[in-house]
Structures are given as C-alpha cells and as structure tokens.
C-alpha cells in the first residue's frame, strides 16, 4: 500500500524510530525526535544497501519517488547508486584544475564497484603510503616524468622493486582517468616505461630441486619457534596454496575427519563476479596434513569453527602476520631470491609435473587456475576431487620420503 502526503505529514514519533513503506523499497523513517527521513532499500552485488533521499518535508514524497526512480535505472543499468553518488560528489569538488589526490580518489571511487574490497584497500594504501605525501596536493596537469620518478624511486630505495613497478601502473591508470576527463594532457607514468629497477626475477622465488627440497622439509620439521609457524610452514608444504589463503583460513573451513579444506570463494584469488557467485575452492588434506592439524587443534582450535587455525602473537582473532612464514624462512637461512611462502606453489607445480609426472590439469585445479577442457570450456572446480585426494596423498608421501633419504623413481 503506497503513502500518501497526509500520512506522512500526520505521521508522529514514538519512544523508537518507526518506518512507514511507500512501494518499491522507498520508505520514510521518524525519529523519536520527529525528523522523518527518505530512505530507499535495494540490493547490489548480493547485499541489502540504503539511500538516503533528503527530509521531510524539504523533500516532498513525489520528489522521493522520483529520486527513487533514477537510482532504480542506475541499478536496472548495473551501477550501484550510493557509488555514483559518491563519484558525484567527487567530481564536484574538484576543480579543473584538479590535485593528484582529488583525482586518484575519484578514480579509485569509480573502479573500486568493480573490485574485491582486498584489492581495493590495497591500491588506495599504495598510494596514501606512498604518492600522496609527495605530490598529492601538485595540480595533475603540472606533474611531469622527472617528479613523479622521483616518488618511485623513494619506493626503490628500500628493495620495494615490485612495489615501485605496481605504483607506476597505478599512478599511469590514474593519469589515463584524468586525461579522459579533460584534467591532464600527459601521462607522465608512461613516459618512464623501462626507467625502474628490474626485478631479480618475474616469479616467486621457489626450490624445485630435489635434493634441496629435501633439506628444506627438514630445515622446516626442525624450526624452533612458535609452533604456530612451525605447522604454516609444513602446511604450505603440502597443500601449496597461495599464502594468503593458509595464514586466514579457518577452523570451520577444514574437516579433518574428511580430510577436506573448504575455501570460500570470497576468499580466492578472483575477480569480484567469481567471488560473490563463485564456488569455493576444495583442497584435499593427506594424512599428515591431517596429523598436523591435529597437533595444532589443542592450541588454536578453543574458539571454535570461526577461529584462526593460525592465528598471530599479537591476538587469535587476527592472523597470523603477512610475514610470519617469510621472516621463519630466513631465520633457516632461506632469503628472499631463495625460497619466498608463495615459492611452495612453484615448488609443487615444478615436481609433481617433471619428477612425479602427475596430469597437469589435477595440477592446475589444485592450485586454483583455470583448467579448460579440450574444447575450451572451463572446468568445474569440483573436477577431478578424486584424483587430486589421491595426487595429494602420493605428494606427501614423496616429501616424507625426501625427508628421509629415500630415493624414489619418478612415475
């Protein structure tokens, strides 16, 4: 049943704030104080989201309706109206001739819709850490090659090399976005393709030898500090997937009694659509990854299914640091042009194809890439559970066996 303006008008406030619907999710909400606003509920991505569209009476309930049915076109036309509104207003506010800052935000606002939230907060870090403090507040139209190397190489100085590369990708999406908007004519991170340091190597470090890898499972058996690391270390070992995906997973994703690791898909390394609607990625536990967990369950299985199964020193609701694999890795001797924690992915990937000559597409599943069958088609994430259970089993078995200076032959 629709409002009427009488209803709103004579509409009183009680002890709690009251909501009084009209159609189509716009609704007026009254304080207890007597203020009655224009709300208008939807949903974008998967989840419930408000609008606010003004007071009553300033805003009349036709003109509440008829700003509800402009977001409802912007969301019929796939574009989430509180971030237009927010790009609105963005671009508002900044003048012709625009600062860096202004504009970098205005971009990140506009491509931060399309992308997961992880992504997001790390590009808007990267240059709140790194860009802004030097040439933030300098008019985009004036900065030129010179100046903005000058940042990056602030970035070189300290080893970041991948950082500094990221940065100029950045900053060069930047520029694009404010040539486009008739606020730059150059993009001065263009001009400095193949000015930056070259990183050592364009992949993770990673041990794919043998015999060393043999000597690292037992370097790694053998670490004396926190057993918390101790068991992240020997997991990564096993189960090789990305490090970020072992340092937050949690008790309620793992079934030992199953032996079965069950990542979300908003957890994967995906693109938004995949992690919103995806499916979760299934990691098969071997026996001894199974054994470890179960070591480990006595210390940081108390808080339940949500608890970190690794959690960090500095609280168990947290995991465990970014570095903490990394920094357990150079204290046994391993730098980072050695062996780095996303190193195991290669490490595994490198073996199981040339040593224990196991299909490459039970391979890629296991690693979460994308396998396609010979008609193109991708497949689905649940193919090949089987094969990879067992994969996974003889993986194991093959490090125990390095481990002890058993020669095996390969398959």
Partial sequence: ???????????????????????????????????????????????????????????????????????????????????????????????????????????????????????????????????????????????????????????????????????????????????????????????????LQTAASGHHAAITDPVQVAELVRNMRGYRGSPVVRTALQFSALTFQRPGEVRAATWSEIDLDAGLWTIPAARMKRGLKEKLNGQPHLVPLSTQAVKLLRELHPLTGHRGGDGCVFPGERGEGRPLSENGVRMALRTLGYDNETMTPHGFRAMARTILDEVLKERVEYIEAQLAHTVKDPLGRAYNRTTFLPERIAMMQRWADFLDALAQGVKLKAA
């Fill in 1 to 195: 049943m629709s409002l009427t303006d009488t209803a709103v008008r004579q509409a009183k406030p009680i002890e709690k704030a009251r909501r009084l619907a009209d159609a189509l999710g716009l609704y007026v909400e009254i304080s207890p104080a007597g203020g009655k606003w224009w709300r208008w509920k939807y949903r974008f991505g998967g989840k419930e989201k408000r609008l606010a569209l003004g007071t009553y009476p300033e805003v009349s309930l036709a003109e509440a309706r008829n700003e509800r049915d402009k977001a409802r076109a912007l969301l019929k036309a796939g574009t989430d109206p509180s971030a237009a509104r927010k790009l609105g207003k963005a671009r508002s506010s900044i003048s012709t001739e625009a600062n860096f800052e202004g504009v970098a935000r205005e971009w990140h606002t506009m491509k931060a819709t399309g992308w997961a939230e992880s992504h997001a907060s790390t590009t808007i870090a990267r240059l709140e850490k790194d860009v802004f403090p030097w040439i933030g507040k300098r008019p985009i139209r004036e900065i030129d090659p010179p100046e903005l190397l000058v940042v990056l190489r602030r970035v070189e100085e300290r080893l970041a090399i991948e950082t500094a590369h990221r940065l100029r990708e950045i900053c060069g999406q930047v520029f694009r976005y404010a040539i486009s908007t008739d606020r730059a004519t150059r993009n001065a991170a263009a001009d400095l393709q193949g000015t």
